[in-house]
């Protein structure tokens, strides 16, 4: 089993829905959450960290469920900008910052 | 402030040759990694550097990959003598330090892209 499973699209939608990406982990010693985003033959690039508590950056929200080992992320109201591959990445305790990451959702934005 | 930058941002080499990747990190901060993305699967941790010493290697593929970061601010990563499967992109990342919540923010460069025919 993979330590980080994403569905790997690619998701295709319209400009302005609202799409959900969800991501599981099986290491249920993971301390950290991210997504980071990904755009064709760059860097990846920190979108958000993932609390418990869930939180929120303007149209992105983040969501993880310890129990379930499940990480999501809601993007509201989709820009053509949106179009990106979406990492769930993890980071395991002691391990200094070693991330771990699922190989991607890929979101495609229409106009 | 300058990024993560990556030397050279391709390299096509033969199978058996030699090839040095170069990593120069956000000033100032004292972690530094390696990962690698093959074709087709996930980025993967390569290793990892605290200022000039390594603090985890566990994620280097075999003995021809040679990491270096002496001095503590530029990083090199050799292999040698190359294999077809590594082939990939290297993305070098820097994060200052690790606050008590653990792991700070990694910066990743734009990567090296490896190709070994």
């Known amino acids: 089993r993979k330590e980080v499973e994403q569905d790997p699209g690619p998701f295709n939608v319209p400009e302005g829905a609202t799409v959900a990406f969800n991501c599981t982990y099986s290491n249920s010693a993971s301390q950290s959450f991210f997504w980071y985003r990904q755009d064709c033959r760059k860097e990846p690039k920190l979108l958000m960290s993932v609390y418990s508590s869930g939180n929120e950056d303007g149209r992105f929200t983040a969501q993880l469920n310890r129990a379930s080992q499940y990480i999501s992320l809601l993007i509201r109201d989709s820009k053509l900008s949106d179009s990106a591959t979406y990492l769930c990445v993890v980071n395991l305790p002691g391990s200094q910052g070693n991330l771990i990451f699922g190989k991607g959702t890929k979101l495609s934005v229409k106009p | 402030e300058a990024g993560v930058t990556q030397f050279p941002s391709h390299s096509v080499i033969e199978k058996g040759q030699t090839v040095t990747l170069r990593c120069d990190p956000i000033s100032g901060h004292d972690n530094l990694y390696w990962y690698r993305r093959v074709m087709g699967k996930e980025i993967k941790f390569l290793l990892h550097f605290v200022k000039e010493s390594k603090q985890d290697e566990s994620g280097m593929p075999n003995n021809r990959f040679l990491a270096e970061r002496t001095g503590g601010t530029y990083s090199t990563l050799k292999v040698q003598p190359a294999e077809l499967e590594d082939s990939g992109v290297y993305f070098c990342?820097?994060?200052?330090?690790f606050g008590a919540g653990g792991a700070d923010t990694q910066y990743f460069g734009p990567g090296t892209r490896l190709t070994v025919l």
């Open positions: 990342a820097s994060s200052q330090d």
